[in-house]
Nanobody
Framework: QVQLVESGGGLVQAGGSLRLSCAAS????????MGWYRQAPEKQREWVAQ???????NYRDSVKGRFTISRDNAKSTVYLQMNSLKPEDTAVYYC???????WGQGTQVTVSS
């Protein structure tokens, strides 16, 4: 059974930083493209960033230059380093195995102004 467990969310002031982690188990992590999504209250879930098994990355325009996605295949973990956070980044952040279609349970990120 595949499990994705996110951690690292919290409350931070605007301009601050957080690092999210997503630990995978029960899957061939190194073969998967991994992604981060987010869902703000009363809004649809949106794609934030992804990283292929080869390390190619893509970001939505609103986070380019502020967020960095990375992965450690030895630890079966994908990270999202979030800098220069803005109140509009407030959301529940979800990890997804884009290759196998599994979601994590989400972690709350709240950015105060």
């Amino acid at each position: 059974q595949v499990q994705l467990v996110e951690s690292g969310g919290g409350l931070v002031q605007a301009g601050g930083s957080l690092r999210l982690s997503c630990a995978a188990s029960g899957s061939i992590f190194s073969s998967s493209t991994m992604g981060w999504y987010r869902q703000a209250p009363e809004k649809q879930r949106e794609w934030v960033a992804q990283i292929t098994r080869g390390g190619n990355v893509n970001y939505r325009d609103s986070v380019k230059g502020r967020f960095t996605i990375s992965r450690d295949n030895a630890k079966s973990t994908v990270y999202l380093q979030m800098n220069s956070l803005k109140p509009e980044d407030t959301a529940v952040y979800y990890c997804k195995d884009l290759t196998q279609g599994y979601w994590g349970q989400g972690t709350q990120v709240t950015v105060s102004s």
